[in-house]
C-alpha cells in the first residue's frame, strides 16, 4: 500500500535559517503530492502541491519538488520566521481511480526561535 | 465561500455513550472525506463520499462508526458505545470531485475525549 515517510522532529531553529523537512513516499502509479500545514489551534491548510514528476510547488517561500527517481518531496525555506512555526505533513493522493484519498506521513514539528 | 466547517469542536463522553458529530464542506463540492487523527500523528482515512455515495471506508471504521451524507451536503460521524481508544482528532474534509482537481480542503476538526 501507499505510505509517506518524514523525518521526525520537532526540528529547532533561529530566524532566518534555512529549513529543510525530507520527505519520501511509496506508491503506484503516479501520485500527487502535497504539504499540509497546521498552526497551533487551527485546521490543516493546503501550503503546496505537485501532480506530476520534476513539477515544483511554492508557497509563502517554501518550495518542494516531485524527484520520481528518488520518490521525495522535501520540503524547504531559504529564511524561516517565528510565524513559520507549526506541524508540517507530507502526503500523497492515491489517484482519481481510488478516490483520491490522501495518505500522510506523521508530521514534523517546526519551532522557530527569533 | 465560507470553508469546511464541523460541528461541534470539542466532545468530552463517557466510555459507552453514543455522539455524532456534523460536517459542512464547501458549498458544491462533490467529495467529502472523513480523517482520524491521534496526537503526534498524521491523519488517518476512514471514509468518504461522492455526493450521497458512501464509496469506500477504512478498515479502521469498525462496526460501530457510521458515516452518512443525505442528499449529498452535509455528513455525519456516529460513533456508538464510545471506546477510550476512539479518544482523537476527526478531520472533514471536502474537494471539488471534477477530474485534475484533486486538493482537499480540511476543516477544524472535532476533537473527542473519552474518558
Known amino acids: 500500500g501507499n505510505s509517506v515517510t518524514q523525518m521526525e522532529g520537532p526540528v529547532t531553529l533561529s530566524e532566518e535559517a534555512f529549513l529543510t523537512i525530507n520527505c519520501t513516499y511509496t506508491a503506484t502509479g503516479y501520485p500527487s503530492l502535497f504539504w499540509y500545514v497546521q498552526y497551533p489551534g487551527e485546521g490543516l491548510q493546503l501550503l503546496l502541491k505537485?501532480?506530476?514528476?520534476?513539477d515544483k510547488g511554492s508557497n509563502k517561500g517554501f518550495e518542494a519538488t516531485y524527484r520520481k527517481e528518488t520518490t521525495s518531496f522535501h520540503l524547504e525555506k531559504g529564511s524561516v520566521q517565528v510565524s513559520d512555526s507549526a506541524v508540517y505533513f507530507c502526503?500523497?493522493?492515491?489517484?482519481?481511480?481510488?478516490?483520491?484519498?490522501?495518505?500522510f506521513g506523521g508530521g514534523t514539528r517546526v519551532l522557530v526561535k527569533p | 465561500d465560507t470553508g469546511v466547517s464541523q460541528d461541534p469542536r470539542h466532545k468530552i463522553t463517557k466510555r459507552g455513550q453514543n455522539v455524532t458529530f456534523r460536517c459542512d464542506p464547501i458549498s458544491e463540492h462533490n467529495r467529502l472525506y472523513w480523517y482520524r487523527q491521534t496526537l503526534g500523528q498524521g491523519p488517518e482515512f476512514l471514509t468518504y463520499f461522492q455526493n450521497e455515495a458512501q464509496l469506500e471506508k477504512s478498515r479502521l471504521l469498525s462496526d460501530r462508526f457510521s458515516a452518512e451524507r443525505p442528499k449529498g451536503s452535509f455528513s455525519t460521524l456516529e460513533i456508538q458505545r464510545t471506546e477510550q481508544g476512539d479518544s482523537a482528532m476527526y478531520l472533514c474534509a471536502s474537494s471539488s470531485g471534477l477530474r485534475g482537481t484533486d486538493t482537499q480542503y480540511f476543516g477544524p476538526g472535532t476533537r473527542l475525549t473519552v474518558l
Open positions: 502526503a500523497l493522493s492515491d489517484g482519481e481511480a481510488a478516490g483520491n484519498k490522501l495518505t
Open positions: 505537485a501532480t506530476k514528476a520534476d
